[in-house]
């Protein structure tokens, strides 16, 4: 790696088309595992104009085969998660109480159901949960930040996390629900030194004029979010570049499920398998067993046994077992990366059923992960460091 370098990452707000795509899907996941935690949801969301398409896979044990509606009204779940986004403005032309609602939704497919349930069946050769799709999972940590994150995307979280709660607040009120944020840090011999620059776009109404909105975000926001020890006479402040930000959400772009995998995660610090989470049960991999990389690669950098680690783990569909587990320290290990390797095999789980037990994940908190990042949240059950005297017990 270059002794210095400028990396840069993103975060969007709850009002951009992705992100209410987002929301209302883990609205919707919630509400199943609300009505029964063994809910099998694969949800996802199209948003448009003044148009809301849910599709996907839902399967509610105890109501066997009615319809989903029977227990949930789908409908109300959608309107509320757009509410409390923001989409509530005479001239919003996607409006909470407006959009018209297109259900696709169907139960999950049996021959899905087959390599996921813990039975026998045909074909199969264990009687097992199995692995909800095959796949590779990653998670990573470092110890730049008190939530062990990288700083570029944490930074542009608060920034994001600021703007929605000015706007909230009413504080201001020309502030609209869609938003970008984007934070370039230098790095000097691996350590952040400095901001180089500050991109954050925000939708707002017609009657305010840029300079407005620029000095304001800037004293405000950025000043407030960002460490004035990491701001210098160079670093620059583009705020709302294009000179207008009127149109925005739905009815300016499309928005869609899972779309934002980077914004999720580490910000491109670290690797992607692709698999999306939002909307999806934790039998999906994708989802459960990355929110479980993350716990490991936490754990361990919290057990001072690494600096920086990423972990790779990956999956068959059906299978009990992962198929392989991949620890890198990139050379901040403090012991060899097979010794941390085998520590972890010793302390956790991967299996996919163990993954939901060890972590609690048949429960509706899903909600809460949808903006501002899965990773560095507080209370989340994958952000403790519960298991780091273990970790270092194991190596010895």
Request: net charge positive; hydrophobic share 40%; charged share 20%.
């Amino acid at each position: 790696m270059a002794k210095s370098f400028v990396f840069s990452s993103e975060s969007v707000g709850e009002g951009h088309p992705d992100k209410v795509a987002d929301l209302i899907s883990d609205s919707i996941l919630d509400a199943c595992l609300a009505q029964d935690r063994h809910s099998r949801v694969a949800c996802e969301t199209l948003v448009k104009s003044n148009a809301v398409v849910v599709a996907g896979e839902i399967t509610i044990p105890k109501i066997g085969r009615q319809p989903i509606d029977a227990v949930i009204n789908i409908g109300t779940v959608i309107r509320d998660a757009i509410r409390d986004i923001g989409y509530v403005n005479t001239d919003d032309v996607f409006h909470a109480d407006q959009v018209f609602i297109h259900n696709l939704l169907t139960t999950q497919s049996p021959d899905i159901a087959q390599g996921v349930d813990a039975r026998k069946a045909a074909g199969k050769k264990h009687a097992e949960q199995g692995a909800g799709d095959q796949g590779l999972m990653f998670g990573y940590a470092c110890n730049e930040t008190p939530e062990l994150m990288p700083t570029p995307i944490m930074f542009a979280h608060r920034l994001g996390r600021e703007l929605t709660a000015l706007r909230k607040s009413r504080r201001v009120d020309w502030l609209r629900p869609d938003a970008k944020s984007q934070v370039s840090v230098r790095y000097e011999n691996g350590q952040p030194v400095e901001v180089v620059n500050v991109v954050i776009s925000t939708q707002h109404t017609a009657d305010v004029s840029h300079a407005q909105i620029e000095d304001f975000l800037i004293r405000n926001v950025i000043r407030k979010v960002i460490p004035a020890a990491m701001l210098n006479k160079k670093t620059e402040f583009l705020v709302n570049p294009t000179g207008r930000f009127v149109v925005g959400g739905p009815q300016g772009d499309s928005g869609l499920t899972g779309r934002k995998i980077i914004v999720d995660t580490y910000g491109g610090w670290g690797r992607h398998g692709g698999g999306a989470f939002s909307g999806k049960d934790p039998s999906k991999v994708d989802r459960s067993a990355a929110y479980m990389c993350r716990w490991v690669a936490k754990n361990i950098v919290a057990a001072k046994l690494a600096d920086v680690v990423e972990l790779q783990v990956a999956y068959a569909i059906g299978h009990p077992h992962p198929v392989s587990v991949y620890v890198d320290t990139m050379g901040t290990g403090k012991v060899a990366d097979e010794k941390i390797t085998s520590a972890v095999e010793k302390v956790f789980s991967f299996k996919p059923a163990e993954i939901v037990s060890q972590l609690n994940l048949l429960r509706p908190i899903y909600r809460q992960t949808t903006n501002y990042g899965h990773f560095g949240k507080a209370g989340l059950p994958w952000e403790q460091t519960n298991k780091a005297a273990a970790l270092r017990a194991a190596v010895r």
